[in-house]
């Protein structure tokens, strides 16, 4: 069998000009040698697998080869270069610092850099993940560093630069490595696909570069493994499936149903996706990212930021003029919002719907007007505040034959009176047998009557009562009605509220208010306690639901309980104590004491 290789190993480059997307250094290196004007110390930053290492390589090999090219490239052929091409190079010496960061390690290395190359010009020491170095692992080095021998030349590489003592950073020639582009990426990987003769989709290529964030160490071994896979059969959508990523398809989906405003459509897309197995954050995440590439590429001057497989750029475009700017910022607000709260959520996917349901709703909540050339904000008409009415203590909705009665007794004048002289019908609830009275209150109704004929009966009285006439307060009726609610609360036995009630007086206000007097504070309360249901007892007596009553405090009472109810603040105390303890007073004085009040 074979040995397979990695193709990050494999397609290592071997030249500067092979190197991906890292031009500017690349460039500068070859002029540095070509022109002899080495340095001896480098620093190469930039994040991992952007060609960091690489570099360092090809520079060791560059600077020993015997029939160095006029393009400053190593011409592959002579002994040294053969002997770099098989990692058999005495003149290469890598160092790895996150495992050999101790001082002892970096003396070791400092002994052998005394040591002239036995063959070639230069040794090279490479010092990966520099950063990870001790404290007093760099202060040894701190000497060598700045006055190594001519024939040595180091290395550092770190992707962490702002963790890299100042006194190093000073000593050293430092090139900042960038992030790959995907469009450099996918160029790549092309080449190797050809090379390889894998049968790759441009857009399945795309989305590696795209997938593997500027490295390009990501990007072969993804290549890899979905080769692999796919038996060097890449398409579009089995890249897909294999790096877990949803097809852009169902996002301009979604962007079609929000437009629509189709609720059900966008939460049954929704559904489809997490069937599929995708993370409720991943969601919210890819769409932040569709908004936002459909943002950059509304402008030609942003278009170039819109890093998109190439066979869905005009889709971006085309979808992007339809919709409103402010619609995508008010998404992205949404969706910003949504990733936040994520972590907290209890259930991930009501979450995910709520948010989507907010944005279904994002376009109805804000229109854009334009108004003088500038763009203002409109809250649409249609939304308005629900109608408030103030509800009153009690409130009863008038009865609407009630109600025509009392339209018809205003213009009849004389019948009015007529029914004022005489008492009015008995309310039905009275000519019920004993218990049924209970069914009086609307807490009494709800927790469930004897017997559902009850209530039956009770409807009947109320349609009835329904069209009863209305009545107006005078002194006979309102002690009628007085009585019968005292007699109600001695048949169910309330005796502390019977008798308060019966202690207190009663007076009329006007045709439809009353007042009732209470001698104390505790009677006042009682009577409170009542209200709810003494005032369902009077409308419904007087079939008037405008009959409304207070309760007052007797004001000689009120002034004979202050004093006895109102606490006694400390001073007050005080002086009440010493009126009856002198000796207080005079053990306060004798000790020279301070009071704290
Ligand atoms: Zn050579």
């Given amino acids: 069998m074979e040995n397979f290789v990695v193709s990050a190993r494999k397609y290592r480059p071997q030249h500067f000009s092979t190197v991906v997307g890292q031009s500017h250094i690349t460039t500068t290196l070859k002029n540095a040698i070509l022109q002899q004007h080495l340095a001896h110390a480098f620093l190469f930053c930039g994040p991992r697998g952007v060609g960091k290492t690489t570099c360092a390589r090809i520079l060791a090999k560059t600077i020993n080869c015997e029939n160095l090219g006029k393009d400053g490239e190593a011409c592959d052929k002579c002994n040294s270069c053969q002997s770099f091409n098989n990692g058999a190079s005495f ?46 692992a760099f202060n040894a080095f701190l000497k060598t560093l700045e006055e190594p021998p001519a024939h040595a030349i180091f290395i550092l590489a770190t992707t962490e630069k702002h963790k890299i003592l100042p006194t190093i950073l000073s000593r050293c020639q430092i090139f900042d490595f960038k992030r790959i582009t995907p469009s450099d990426i996918s160029a790549h990987l092309d080449e190797i696909a050809a090379k390889e003769s894998i049968n790759a989709e441009p857009a399945a290529l795309q989305v590696i570069a795209q997938k593997s964030d500027g490295c390009m160490r990501d990007a072969l071994s993804i290549l890899d493994k979905i080769v692999s896979f796919t038996n060097a059969n890449l398409t579009y959508s089995n890249t897909l499936e294999h790096l877990n990523l949803l097809d852009e398809d169902y996002y301009f989906k979604l962007l079609e149903l929000l437009d629509n405003e189709d609720l059900p459509g966008v939460l049954t897309t929704y559904d489809e996706i997490d069937k599929k197995g995708f993370e409720g954050d991943m969601v919210l995440n890819n769409l932040s990212e569709f908004f936002r590439n459909l943002l950059v590429s509304r402008d030609p001057r942003s278009i170039n930021l ?142 469930g009557g004897i017997g559902s004929l009850k209530k039956i009966r009770e409807q009947i009285q109320n349609r009835k009562q329904d069209l009863a006439p209305v009545h107006v307060l005078n002194e006979t009726l309102l002690a009628e009605a007085w009585n019968t609610y005292l007699q109600k609360l001695q048949e169910n036995n309330q005796v502390t509220s019977l008798s308060n009630l019966k202690m207190a007086k009663v007076n009329i206000i006007d045709e439809c208010v009353f007042e009732i007097h209470a001698d104390s504070r505790i009677q006042q309360q009682f009577i409170e306690s009542e209200k709810v249901g003494l005032l369902i007892h009077m409308q419904d007596f007087f079939n008037n639901p405008k009959v409304q009553f207070q309760v007052q405090l007797n004001p000689a009472a009120d002034i004979e309980e202050v004093g006895i109810e109102q606490p006694l603040s400390l001073r007050d105390q005080y002086f009440k104590m010493i009126e009856r303890y002198p000796i207080v007073k005079e053990m306060r004085d004798q000790l020279n004491l301070d009071l704290d009040y």
């Avoid at 890598?94 to 290395?109: F, G, H, Q, T």
């Avoid at 040794?123 to 520099?130: A, L, T």
């Avoid at 008492?423 to 047998?433: T, V, Y």
């Fill in 306 to 447: 819109l890093q998109v497989v190439e066979g869905f750029r005009n889709r971006y475009i085309a979808a992007a003029s339809t919709i409103s700017p402010a619609y995508m910022i008010g998404a992205l607000n949404i969706l910003n919002d949504a990733e936040i709260g994520f972590k907290q959520a209890r259930n991930k996917k009501l979450h995910v719907e709520f948010h989507l349901i907010r944005l279904t709703h994002l376009k109805q909540a804000v229109t854009l007007v334009e108004e003088d050339g500038a763009v203002k904000k409109k809250h649409i008409d249609d939304i308005k505040p629900v109608a408030f009415k103030q509800i009153s203590f009690v409130a009863q909705k008038p009865r609407p034959g009630a109600k025509l009665i009392v339209e018809t007794a205003k213009v009849k004048l004389p019948d009015q009176l007529e029914q004022l002289a005489t008492p009015p019908k008995q309310p039905l609830q009275q000519k019920l047998p004993h218990g049924s009275t209970a069914v009086d209150t609307p807490t009494a109704l709800s927790s």
């Fill in 91 to 136: 003149n290469i010496h890598e160092l790895d610092a996150a495992s050999n960061n101790s001082v002892d390690d970096i003396r070791d290395l400092i002994e052998q850099v005394r040591f002239a190359p036995q063959a070639g010009k230069y040794k090279i020491y490479i010092i990966d993940e520099v950063h990870m170095l001790s404290a007093n």
